[in-house]
């Protein structure tokens, strides 16, 4: 019984590997023969043995039930081959051996066999049930639990992969043993955001992030922070048409809001590539065409002003307890992105309205506007649907990796869909001609505050959008851009255009406006630290 | 004898555990006889014979049965694989993102696997859509592969159950043809409310094919059927195509092809007039005739 017990343990992590409640059954079976084999050597009684036919003929009895039906968890019955062969009569003779040994030899071999069989059914049918009520500990070779993964993993992997494993189910009854687990306060109806596993939140993190956002010595000049561009009270936009960077270069794009840029399938306004804010974030700090915080070349001088602060020698030390040496770039990027992470917006009028059922929390005018946008008449959710607006969303329950960028037809300067040669869009990272034109739908939530529009800022109001998509494209009269953007072949099949009366106009309008979340632009979690600029 | 009585209550329940099998059943989605692939164009689409590129092709199949030489039917437990396959619900998905697929997601599936009674069959019936109590969850906090949210439009009208996009040129003239396929006339205080009741026009699509092995041939899922009598190039805005809007007629014409009446969104006649499904060919089968 030892030698089953030590076989079946032997064998558990690998049938663990592609399919948890295998690698459970073995486990459980190992070591209960384990302790039986202990006690029996100290004690025998009727009960013990009994325990001990279920543990070595149930084991048989099992085998025999997978082998000629259907076994549970699995996708076919097991095949046979000589190690189960052997290791299996092995067992039954030690059962034999059992039996013999009893101290009540009249009925030992039917009562034993009895005990053998009920021991083995009732795992076996235990197994069976087991799969209808627990089907994520099944066969599956290779899965994934989360979209960005680099490929599929097995079972054995599961607890570095976002699935449930024992550790994860032992981390989560007796709560985080490293760091601090980060609340994210997650508005209603919001899926938690994927983050990258190299980069956990911590509320630590997000406060170091918060103030090396707001701290223009994160600039090589030494005039611009990030909030120089991103105005929490304009949902993290800056109003411009074009965004001036720590040098007055001017950037060809429009700041974006940073309005739930968690769930965001790409960052930015065109870059395919940009899955992570940690990638991304480079951009700003280090990019020198054009030159935002102009970081490059000033490196080292950037991170004395950090390392110098006893203020910030606190915040490091605080997010990165273990490190020797907190202060350096890498680790800024992780608490600026992990900030940026934290700022959800999920509390306006619509949220009110449809996650926490205050009927009243939209205007008849409102709630007629909502209707609009989800109208197959305007087509607007096929490009900003979702909970958070947008196409282009993931969170930590996606499998699919949704990150579309569309042509709505702003341009066509050269009568073929050409938009202006310095803004491209997804065709200036790709080079692929399809891509021209193509950029993110960014979320409409806050859309109100984040005027002028467009990845160029080339549309003013809210009005000129609406009018913009009334036509389904844009036509340029004169100058360098002349063009008309409606006959696009790039276009997108959801900008046909549409007609609007002055009241649906209005009330689509209204509905815009009641994305605002004037908790999110107030939040004293999100707002600047300093009272005094540093 | 009462010793014994465990003994054979044991026997009985060995005796009576039925055998089940593992069923993969393959889909492929064709333009014609063509395979459809994303940045494809296709000549002589639609009564006008453009030429044509699909820029999606995804569906949800639910309700899986496999139907054996006397017609019985027995149900396919689907594999509960966290991605694809959700309760009786799968996603078939012939897109990859690429070219003009920009709605869709790198991930594609052609296949649908589950568990059924060991057996010999001939046949194979499933509906194309959601099934109601499924079909107006929150997009959101839904379970794969039911929290895509290009193929979701809202609580109300639940999941697009079949979302096949076009688009065409024809000479200097280009444009769109869509089609959505999901329930209409479903009734809430407003669309971002579920349906208390049943929506009037359900639109699921019951596919039944027969005749065939339908473990080992494929099933062709074949957008030129949808387009049956439909010329691409004068579709009624808006939308171009259809989105099963009960008086688009767009919709009037493409809904025949399925086997569909717009008007009740239930089986016109015996459901059995349907373009869109057929039985596909194997090298063997092939080979035999």
Known sequence: MAVAALVHLYIAPGHYAHAPGHGLFFGGLGVAQAVWALVYLRRRNGTIAAVGYALSGGAVVVWLLTQLAATPYALAPEPIDAATLVSKLAEGIAFGALLAASTRPALKYTLGSAYALLGGVLFWGGGLLGEQVMPQLGHQGEHAHAEGETGPHSHGEDDTHGGVTLKTLFASWFGPTGAEAYDWNLPPGFPPPRVPKDNPMTAAKVELGRHLFYDARLSGNGTQSCASCHHQEKAFSDGLQLGVGSTGEVHPRNSMSLTNVAYNGTLTWANSGFVTLE????????????????????????????????????????????????????????????????????????????????????????????????????????????????????????????????????????????????????????????????????????VALTAPYMHDGSVKTLEEVIDFYERGGRLIEDGPNQGDGRTSPFKSGFVGGFSLTDQERTDLLNFLHALTDSTFITNPAFSNPFSVAP | MKRFLPLLAVIVAVGCAPKEQPVTLTFAAQIGEEPMACGTTYAGIGTSGVDAQVTDFRFYASNFRLIDEDGTEVPLMLDQDGMWQYENVALLDFEDATADCQSGTPEMNATVTGIAPAGTYTGVAFDIGVPHELNHLDNAMAPSPLNISSLFWTWRA??????????????????????????????????????????????????????????????????????????????????????????DPDCAKMFPNVGLSLESGTCAGDCQEQRYFRVGETSETLAAR
């Open chain 1, 279 to 446: 990638r991304q974030i480079h951009v700003p700090i280090f990019g020198e065409h054009p030159i935002e915080l102009g970081v490059t070349g000033h490196d080292a001088e950037v991170l004395a002003r950090f390392a110098s602060d006893p203020m910030y020698q606190d915040l490091f030390a605080a997010a990165y307890p273990t490190a020797d040496d907190p202060v350096n770039m890498a680790h800024i990027i992780q608490a600026l992105a992990s900030f940026n992470r934290a700022l959800l917006s999920g509390d306006s009028p619509y949220d009110r309205f449809v996650y926490q059922q205050d009927m009243d929390a939209l205007s008849e005018s409102a709630r007629r506007g909502l209707e609009l946008v989800l109208s197959e008449d305007l087509e607007c959710h096929h490009c900003h649907g979702g909970f958070n607006f947008s196409g282009s969303t993931v969170h930590a329950n996606s499998r699919f990796f949704e990150a579309p960028f569309h042509n709505t037809g702003l341009y066509n300067v050269d009568g073929e869909g050409a938009y202006p040669v310095t803004n491209t869009g997804l065709h200036e990272v790709t080079n692929d001609p399809d891509d021209m034109g193509r950029f993110r739908a960014p979320t409409l939530r806050n």
């Open chain 2, 158 to 247: 639940g999941y697009m159950f079949n979302r096949v996009d076009m688009r065409y040129q024809n000479g200097d003239e280009q444009g769109a043809w869509l089609l959505h396929i999901g329930s209409t006339g479903c009734e809430s205080a407003a669309s971002t409310m579920p349906p208390s009741t049943m929506c009037s026009r359900p639109n699921r699509v019951p596919i039944r094919l027969t005749g065939f092995d339908p473990t080992a041939q494929p099933i062709i899922a074949d957008a030129t059927g949808l387009l049956h009598g439909i010329d691409l190039t004068t579709a009624v805005p808006a939308p171009p195509g259809c989105m099963a809007g009960p008086n």
